[in-house]
């Protein structure tokens, strides 16, 4: 399985960047599914953004940063991701920087132990991620055991 560190690393075409240290000091977490999250699906009436462990969610937003009731729901999603071990949340920005994400949030994202990252990136750029997820999925799901 791909792992944050693999790609922030080697998939430069992602864009991706670790908001804060803490984050990257779970770089060797591995990536085992991928979910695109809207804004409007992030606001919507909705309060459980459960997903399998390992999953990397990637958050759309169409606004420049996080701020108000978009910083206080994905404050709930780090809640969700954290009681089910998410690999980490990607935030999709039009540009990188520490104002992207608020003080709190990032502080709040060290305390769940969710890697916070951000991604310039296009959503194609994504697709090949979650091609590459299935293969290797389906790769370990055809291995024998040795022995």
Excluded: N, Y
């Amino acid at each position: 399985m791909p792992t944050l560190r693999h790609l922030a690393e080697e998939c430069s075409e992602l864009q991706l960047r670790f908001v804060e240290r803490h984050g990257a000091l779970r770089a060797a977490t591995e990536v085992r599914s991928l979910v695109t999250v809207g804004q409007d699906e992030l606001l919507a009436v909705r309060s459980d953004f459960s997903h399998s462990a390992g999953a990397l969610v990637v958050l759309r937003i169409t606004e420049p940063a996080l701020e108000g009731a978009t910083a206080s729901a994905v404050d709930r999603m780090l809640c969700d991701l954290a009681q089910h071990k998410a690999a980490g949340l990607v935030v999709a920005v039009a540009s990188h920087g520490p104002r992207v994400c608020p003080a709190a949030t990032r502080s709040f994202a060290g305390r769940m132990g969710v890697p916070l990252l951000t991604t310039t990136a296009e959503p194609a750029a994504w697709e090949g991620v979650k091609d590459g997820i299935r293969a290797c999925r389906a790769r370990a799901g055809t291995a024998k055991p040795s022995g």
